[in-house]
């Protein structure tokens, strides 16, 4: 199947600082959906991208799609607690392939 | 709430015993999903519906699963003679057929084959 890498695998930030992570494929995909998961409960729509080098914002979040499509990309402004959790990306080719997940520790 | 429930949240079984998921999707979704994720993955793909047609399966989908959705509105999931290898969560998420890059998901069920 289709491998999404996602990189870093872990962060560990001071509130405030901004986050950068992204994910990268050997293939291309026509869409690139960027979700957060909680300990015990499902996978979270954060930001969904839908043309090679559309950029998109929700709130503190900011996702590209990357020009190649093998790419994308996501930026957490001024971090807060509550950002804490597992960010996947996942990329759609007749079906949905997700990343292995960053996790994101938010030190207050 | 009007979200994906799936029921049960946690399900502990002995190996070779079989175990059936439910998942009900938000009202108005034609597209149902399962998803499996074991711990340090991302959800893996299993199968999907469009109403009551079963559409699509990974080759993950051995034959101990099964999955159906007859009226087209919940869905179940049975794993026969399960094996600790199939210890992992079981996501269920669901779509509109014209936006499916919007897939919502369920809480899960975790599944611990002992």
């Known amino acids: 199947g289709q491998q999404l890498n996602q990189s870093p695998q872990s962060m560990f930030i001071q509130e405030g600082e901004d986050v950068s992570m992204n994910c990268t494929s050997s293939?291309?995909?026509?869409?690139w959906l960027w979700y957060k998961q909680e300990p015990g409960e499902g996978p979270v729509l954060l930001i969904a991208?839908?043309?090679?080098?559309e950029l998109t914002s929700n709130g503190r979040l900011t996702a590209q799609f990357g020009i190649t499509r093998k790419d994308s990309f996501l930026n957490i402004s001024a971090s807060i607690p509550s950002d804490v959790g597992i960010y996947f990306c996942?990329?759609?080719?007749?079906?949905?392939?997700f990343g292995t997940g960053t996790s994101l520790t938010v030190i207050p | 709430d009007t979200g994906v429930s799936q029921d049960p949240r946690h399900k502990i079984t002995k190996r070779g015993q079989n175990v059936t998921f439910r998942c009900d999707p938000i009202?108005?979704?034609?597209?149902l999903y399962w998803y499996r994720q074991t711990l340090g993955q991302g959800p893996e793909f299993l199968t999907y519906?469009?109403?009551?047609?079963?559409?699509?399966k990974s080759r993950l989908l051995s034959d101990r699963f099964s999955a159906e959705r007859p009226k087209g509105s919940f869905s179940t999931l049975e794993i026969q003679r399960t094996e600790q290898g199939d210890s992992a969560m079981y996501l269920c998420?669901?779509?509109?057929?014209?936006?499916?890059?919007?897939?919502?998901f369920g809480p899960g069920t975790r599944l611990t084959v002992t």
């Open positions: 998420a669901s779509s509109l057929a014209t936006a499916t890059y919007e897939q919502y």
């Open positions: 293939s291309i995909f026509n869409t």
């Open positions: 991208l839908y043309k090679a080098g």
């Open positions: 996942a990329g759609l080719f007749n079906q949905f392939y």
């Open positions: 009202s108005e979704h034609n597209r």
């Open positions: 519906f469009q109403n009551e047609a079963q559409l699509e």
